[in-house]
């Protein structure tokens, strides 16, 4: 038997996988025992897993600086919405069109929400690279370095930076429920910069390294097949939102890429067909 080491978040698709409900005689896999997946992402891109969540555009920056991750077509994790830019409206009134200069606070700044953000910017006609980007933890990936316009902050969470007026406004994808604090309304984009859609929701997907399917493929195979029966447990009549497979993932993958490339994240646009393993195109979407 092969034994593999595994993080994954947990999730109605993945309960059965992570409770042992789903069984191998083909692999044990040794499920790490963590917080939330995206806790542990910088363990992924340290190679500390055989086979893991991971937040695509973190996978698309490790990729580009020689990390040996490859995708597997499942998508593992969706927000219901899209997160908000809230600004403090007893200290200013802020529009999109204001937004140049300003000072703005988020977690990590190559984060999905981040970069949907700052898609949603650059529509409105304000280049994300003028604003004074505050950042309360540092890159996941050592060998990349945020660029100049991005400021470390202090440990303190994001709402208090907003509350002791350190920044203008925070991205986040859980608004507080105080009325003053707002939404920056973003309209009909002014340019033509990569535009933020529903499927760009879709925030992590599996990823292993990349000798893992040359050296064992038959174990990928089979990790797979467990994926799918754990999914399977969860499936409503109608299906899931969830999608599994290349194609399934085509379009939101495409709009990552093009976000991270146009802000600079990564030096060109690969290919989606570059981001799997030839295992990958062979792997069944449904049971």
Known sequence: MTAL?????SYPHTDALKSGQVQSDKVILNIADVVSASSAFKR??????DVAELSVPTFLIARSKGVPLSLLPADLFK??????LIYDATRLALRAADLEGKRIGVAYYTATTSIWVQCLIGNAGVDPATIRW????PPLLDRFQDPPHVQRAS??????????????AIVTANPPAD???RSVAFETPARDFPKPFPDMQSHHMLVCRSAL??????AVRELWRMLLEARSFSLQPGGSDLPYGIDANRAHLDAVIDACFNLHLIDR????EELFDDIAATLPVSR
């Open 134 to 137: 505050i950042a309360t933890d």
């Open 44 to 49: 992924v891109v340290e190679l500390k897993y």
């Open 79 to 84: 927000r219901a919405k899209p997160p908000e």
């Open 179 to 181: 009325p003053n604090y």
């Open 213 to 218: 399917t040359r050296e064992c493929p038959e």
């Open 155 to 168: 440990t303190k969470p994001l709402l208090q930076l907003l509350q002791e007026g350190d920044v203008d």
């Open 5 to 9: 080491e595994v993080m994954l978040g």
């Open 269 to 272: 646009r690969p290919a989606v």
